[in-house]
């Protein structure tokens, strides 16, 4: 991981997780791997991308990825988000397909989620290394940890959050989240394997602006044209 470089609200709230055991063997990992000439996605500067972008003060939503894309040049630290000029997974085609559903927003031309992170929307991976090729392959090693901790200080520290859930594992994740005090959205994944059978018509962007109005919190924009 080498330095940390990271925006200065989460370092205060994160600092502690550094030095603990599981932080130091999930260094001592990635080193190893590293050592080992394998390549890790996604670079290391842009491990914390989604907290650098989205500082702890102006999270508004959480959107729970598991792990980063495993293909050359995908992942840049944002969950379900490409790098500009790559070509989106099929995963992202299909938010942008209820998005358009959802509020009548044409498909960008692109595949960065940079904008939502901009203006709130945390693009969380539970996990924040992968392997190329390798789906998975970091699992288990301390991110997952280490993410529960972020999830954690959002929601005991934080009130009229938006966590949005897509699939098993990111309701597994989220199970501690307290719905009297945020607003948690659920469906199965985005994923061509699930999408139909409950993401697609789900209205998650609808359903979270709603929420954020009721409570007096500036919407999102969800446009990336």
């Known amino acids: 991981m080498g330095k940390i470089e990271l925006e200065s609200s989460w370092k205060e ?10 932080m130091h063997s999930l260094r001592d990992f990635l080193k190893k791997e590293k050592s080992e000439r394998k390549v890790i996605f996604p670079p290391g500067r842009k491990i914390f991308s989604a907290l650098n972008l989205t500082s702890f003060q102006n999270v508004k939503a959480v959107i729970l990825g598991q792990d980063p894309y495993h293909g050359s040049n995908q992942a840049h630290g944002l969950s379900f988000s490409v790098e500009y000029g790559i070509k989106p997974p099929p995963s992202l085609n299909n938010i942008f397909k209820e998005l358009a559903s959802d509020l009548n ?51 005991s520290s934080k009130n009229n ?12 994740k989220g199970h501690f989240i307290d719905s009297d005090r945020h607003m948690i959205i659920k469906s199965t994944h985005p994923s061509p394997y699930s999408a139909n059978n409950g993401f697609l018509g789900s209205k998650p962007f609808s359903k979270t602006n709603s929420y954020l109005k009721k409570h007096r919190i500036k919407e999102i924009n969800w446009n990336l044209s």
């Open 13 to 22: 709230k994160l600092i502690d997780e550094f030095n603990k055991e599981y």
């Open 161 to 172: 959050l938006v966590f949005i859930l897509w699939g098993k594992k990111a309701q597994e």
């Open 105 to 155: 927003i044409e498909k960008p031309n692109h595949g960065n989620l940079e904008e939502w992170g901009k203006q709130g929307v945390l693009l969380l991976n539970s996990i924040l290394t992968v392997e190329k090729s390798k789906p998975g392959s970091h699992a288990n090693r301390g991110w997952e940890v280490f993410t529960d901790k972020i999830l954690f200080l959002l929601n």
